[in-house]
């Protein structure tokens, strides 16, 4: 037989995705057909509108076939496909209450609550606030990681608690707003809000556009996905939370690929995939700090720090303050000294490059100021503890 013939088995796969939320699928597909490439043999069967051009293949109770990828499920659709001896991954956090449970791949959430928590530290705020839905697991374990990293630094967080998934479709909007804003208008400008989600994240600019609280300026707003739908057209666009929905895909088809090739995986297994990192738009853009001199350096610090040419004498300068106030005012903010904190955003940008690009050491260099590969990875090391190849790796 020639060496080149496949005799892996072609497995019969239904993909069943959500439709409320703008490219998640495209980028769930797309890590599944980068697994598929690879040579591995899928006949993909998956739910699909299309205004009734094309028959309906309905992946429920009663589908039939060697696995399932589909994100969330309910506990009788559970019951059929484990009796039937289909495989299932769960592409969702959540997941019935009672069993059989299914290995699920997923957003590392608690990592993402970190990621947000570091963002807004960076721009001098002391107060942070999470918009929550205490019915979902996915929001409760995004501000575990948010409080957490927060408590870490000395801070705490004002907890906004948005039951939307409880409220009635006919009048959940107004239910949303009405609770958002009653809850914001308790808290006293600046501060940070970061979101479960981008749709929250949504909720939140329009609740505080209602008690007058203006984004960015009086409070900046993060959300989670970056949904180009939800993220743009949102007055201001949203900063948010890449969603790695590829890597997900992929991580997702290689695990049930597994699975249906007889591997035993344990029913609860999870595999998190973490974010990317940030998308900087307007609603994280400038915030008033009480010190006026720290956010004018500020300002001029996120335009221009990432070029290396700018220095914390040239800031007090600029600034027309001596060097020694310049340091007094950003200890009192942020309980370090103009050098760390530019520090600190150069290597968030870089951060961003490692996580969100496929670029080389040296390209980054290049984007970020360095003299090259070696300059770029001392001081990744000395500003992080860990050299950035390696940091790329872990996450």
């Known amino acids: 037989m020639p060496a080149h013939v496949n005799f892996e088995k072609r497995y019969r796969v239904g993909v069943r995705l959500v439709d409320w939320a703008q490219g998640f699928g495209n980028r769930i597909f797309s890590g599944i057909l980068d697994f598929l490439r690879e040579g591995h043999e899928f006949e993909l069967e998956f739910e699909q509108p299309s205004g009734g051009d094309l028959p309906r293949t309905a992946i429920d109770k009663n589908w039939d076939g060697d696995g399932l990828l589909v994100f969330r499920y309910t506990a009788a659709e559970a019951k059929a496909w484990e009796e039937r001896g289909v495989k299932v991954v769960n592409l969702s956090v959540e997941q019935p209450a009672k069993g059989p449970f299914f290995p699920r791949v997923t957003l590392d959430n608690h990592f993402c609550g970190r990621q947000a928590a570091d963002r807004l530290m960076r721009l001098g705020l002391r107060q942070f606030v999470y918009w929550t839905d205490p019915h979902r697991a996915y929001s409760l374990e995004r501000y575990e990681g948010f409080r957490g990293a927060l ?7 004002t907890v906004v608690e948005v039951p939307a998934s409880a409220y009635p479709a006919k009048t959940r909007a107004k239910q949303i707003a009405m609770t958002g804003w009653k809850q914001f208008a308790r808290i006293e400008p600046p501060f940070g809000v970061f979101a479960k989600d981008d749709i929250a994240a949504v909720c939140a600019v329009n609740a505080l556009a209602q008690i007058g609280v203006k984004v960015p300026g009086e409070a900046v707003v993060l959300g989670v996905a970056d949904d180009i739908v939800y993220c743009h057209t949102t007055n201001p666009p949203l900063s948010s939370l890449r969603f790695p929905g590829r890597a997900i895909g992929y991580e997702a088809a290689s695990l049930l690929h597994r699975m249906m090739s007889g591997e035993q995986i344990e029913a609860r297994a999870r595999v998190m995939v973490p974010s990317p990192g940030v998308v900087e738009r307007e609603s994280t853009g400038m915030i008033s700090l009480p010190d006026e001199v720290v956010s004018q350096a500020l300002g001029i610090v996120r335009r221009e720090v990432v070029t290396g040419a700018l220095t914390a004498g040239d800031l007090a300068d600029r600034l027309g303050v001596s060097r020694e106030t310049l340091r007094q005012r950003f200890h009192a903010v942020f309980g370090h000294g103009p050098k760390q904190e530019m520090d600190l955003i150069r290597a968030a940008k870089v951060r961003d490059l490692l996580m ?3 670029l080389t050491l040296e390209k980054i260099a290049e984007r970020t100021g360095f ?13 992080t503890g860990e050299q950035p190849s390696v940091h790329r790796r872990r996450r």
């Open 151 to 157: 408590a870490e630094n000395g801070f705490d967080c």
């Open 371 to 383: 003299g090259g590969q070696d300059d770029l990875c001392r001081f990744f090391k000395r500003v």
């Open 356 to 358: 969100g690009t496929t």
